[in-house]
């Protein structure tokens, strides 16, 4: 009688069995499912099943297909549910074109050594977490080419509780990566890691490190070995300055650390995204004198440390990542942050050499920053078009969203055809939104750099050479009305003038300490930035830019330009630049798509 009640038991279970198999079969979630019930010890049911594919959510859509680019790492989450939490059985492989479906790269406990569907492309199977049935899944494509496949899972589970998670999808992209500092070391080859006790750092040319925040794209360069803090530096240069005052190399009190550090509208801190959260504000930066040859650095001795959240790169950790020969090495040229002398700096140029410049020099300002150790990485491979994506910083933006709430660097479209890209600035009138075209603009006839003299004298206004066209030719056939409408009608532009070595301050206000803004302005609709503003500075290699004018006289002839190599010259306001027109837009202007990202730039409206 026990023996047919159990019997009888088994033949609902697996009645139960095939009809949850057969809905799974009619909702889509097999493919060429083939599996097997048997009955074993204990009259417990096996069931396995054949090949899996998942359902991928990307943008709301679902897709069967995975993409990863060349170079670049994806981590994705497997969770089968399984009420009593019985260990499943694994194994992941690729799936190539339909119909061969060539099992390649399997990933199993017994380590299978299967060839990868295009060399250099590998699948691992990272660990587990929260249960024994949820696995991470990380494809690293390390070959020249982008790769295309399907993702096939094939489960082994012991009991007849077998479902998906409640969304349907077997397999979704990780939103929530881990820390920072672990993402980026984990994704990065051990050949291209260099730990001197102290900081592991991130070397070679080309290194998946690139993190998008605050609208700037920064490099990862290391990650403190006990702290666990993350050391990045833009990409490109935010502005051009002097570094400080005639025969003065100290870091501390300097014209640069003021525009990092400065939290009001001017300053680079004063722009970034929520500071306190992200980045460590009473990092410590090494200014030690080192006046060694590039090869003969070491580690400073820590003689001068500055406390700042926002600093620059010394020399020492550029010569560690391999200099020259590195990611850092960006075709502009760059403070560092590191004195060589009493009265000389030490400098990247354009082609990546080492030299020593005067403090009264006009170069590049890379930022540098210290993530903390709790950020997260929430989306995002590390490359340059799909950099890593901080949790907090990776924004859904909705229909509707003020452009006044955004940040400093993010990009915009505004205007047509080739010129219609420029980025945020700041928000100097506290109620709108400046922004500045993202290159020079190109002539809509030839489609080179738009080049013309500066004036007739150093203020420019409405009607002086650059002033006439900005506020008339370009508002005519770079912008329509559509754009137009979205500027403010009246911009009050501050003329003054920055003399040989002086502070990048008195461009706007009468002092460099005080707050009194210049009287020396002029009011129009489309203007120019000043030096030393954010974003005054090439943000791309000397050979796609051309040198353009800044408002800033330098002396009663001559007016400051920023170069193609991201310093700056002092040039007759009779020579010829480039244009980049900067302008306030209204504080009704919102969002209606974007992400702010150079690929995916802000769309822009005038609410009613």
């Not at 494809?139 to 479902?163: C, K, Q």
């Not at 722009?271 to 009473?282: A, C, G, H, S, Y």
């Not at 440390?305 to 391999?322: D, H, K, S």
Request: no cysteine; proline share 3%; charged share 20%.
């Amino acid at each position: 009688m026990k023996k047919l009640l159990l019997e009888t038991s088994f033949s609902k279970i697996y009645m139960i069995v095939m009809i949850i198999i057969t809905l799974l079969i009619l909702g889509g979630y097999f493919s060429y499912a083939m599996f097997t019930v048997s009955k074993e010890k204990g009259n417990a049911i096996s069931i396995v099943t054949g090949n899996l594919e998942y359902k991928l959510t990307v943008d709301e859509e679902e897709t069967n297909k995975l993409t990863v680019e060349s170079n670049s790492v994806k981590d994705f989450i497997v969770t089968l549910s399984n009420p009593n939490n019985i260990k499943a059985r694994f194994n992941f492989y690729y799936i190539g074109e339909e119909p061969s479906y060539t099992k390649i790269g399997y990933i199993v406990d017994e380590g299978m050594n299967i060839p990868p569907l295009e060399v250099g492309t590998t699948l691992e199977k990272v660990n587990s977490i929260g249960s024994s049935n949820t696995y991470i899944v990380r494809v690293i494509n390390n070959s020249a080419n982008t790769v295309e496949f399907t993702l096939g899972v094939s489960v082994g589970l012991d009991y007849n509780d077998l479902s998906l998670k409640d969304n349907g999808h077997l397999l979704e992209e990780i939103t929530d990566k881990g820390e920072v500092g672990t993402v980026v070391l984990d994704d990065i080859s051990k050949d291209s890691l260099y730990d001197d006790g102290t900081d592991t750092f991130i070397t070679g040319e080309y290194p998946n490190n690139y993190i998008w925040y605050s609208g700037k794209l920064w490099r990862a360069v290391s990650v403190n070995n006990e702290a666990k803090t993350v050391k990045l530096v833009t990409q490109w240069n935010i502005s051009a300055i002097p570094y400080n005052k005639e025969s003065n190399t100290s870091f501390n009190g300097s014209y640069i650390e003021k525009l990092l550090n400065d939290t009001t509208v001017d300053g680079f801190l004063g722009n970034l995204r929520e500071p306190e959260k992200f980045i460590v504000t009473d990092a410590k930066w090494d200014a030690t004198m080192d006046d060694r040859a590039l090869d003969e650095l070491t580690r400073p001795n820590g003689t001068t440390i500055v406390t700042n959240p926002i600093g620059l790169l010394n020399m020492y950790e550029y010569q560690v990542v391999n200099s020259k020969n590195s990611y850092l090495n960006n075709g502009v040229s760059w403070w560092t942050l590191t004195p060589y002398s009493s009265y000389l700096f030490r400098h990247v140029d354009s082609d990546g050499s080492a030299t020593n410049y005067g403090p009264i020099s006009v170069s590049g300002v890379r930022p540098s920053i210290n993530l903390k150790s709790n950020v997260k990485i929430v989306d995002g491979n590390g490359t340059e078009s799909d950099p890593y994506r901080l949790e907090g910083d990776n924004d859904t933006i909705s229909l509707g969203t003020k452009l006044s709430s955004r940040y400093s660097g993010e990009y915009v479209q505004f205007g047509n055809d080739e010129n219609n890209l420029y980025r945020i600035v700041s928000h100097e009138n506290g109620v709108g939104t400046k922004i500045v075209s993202d290159k020079p603009l190109k002539d809509l006839d030839t489609g080179t750099f738009k080049t013309m003299a500066f004036g007739d004298n150093i203020n420019y206004s409405s009607t002086n050479t650059i002033g006439t066209f900005l506020n008339e030719e370009y508002l005519t056939n770079y912008v329509d009305d559509t754009y137009n409408n979205m500027i403010e009608d009246n911009t009050t532009w501050y003329l003054g003038t920055v003399g040989r070595g002086e502070s990048y301050r008195l461009a706007k206000y009468t002092d460099t300490t005080g707050n009194i803004l210049t009287s020396n302005t002029s009011n129009a609709k489309v203007g120019l930035l000043r030096l030393g503003e954010l974003m005054a500075g090439s943000f791309d290699m000397y050979k796609n830019n051309v040198d353009y004018w800044t408002l800033t006289p330098y002396t009663s002839s001559n007016v400051h330009r920023i170069n193609i190599y991201s310093s700056s010259s002092y040039d007759s306001s009779i020579l010829i630049g480039g244009v980049k027109p900067a302008l306030n837009l209204k504080s009704n202007v919102q969002i209606t798509s974007g992400t702010g990202t150079k690929s995916d730039p802000f769309k822009l409206e005038l609410a009613n």
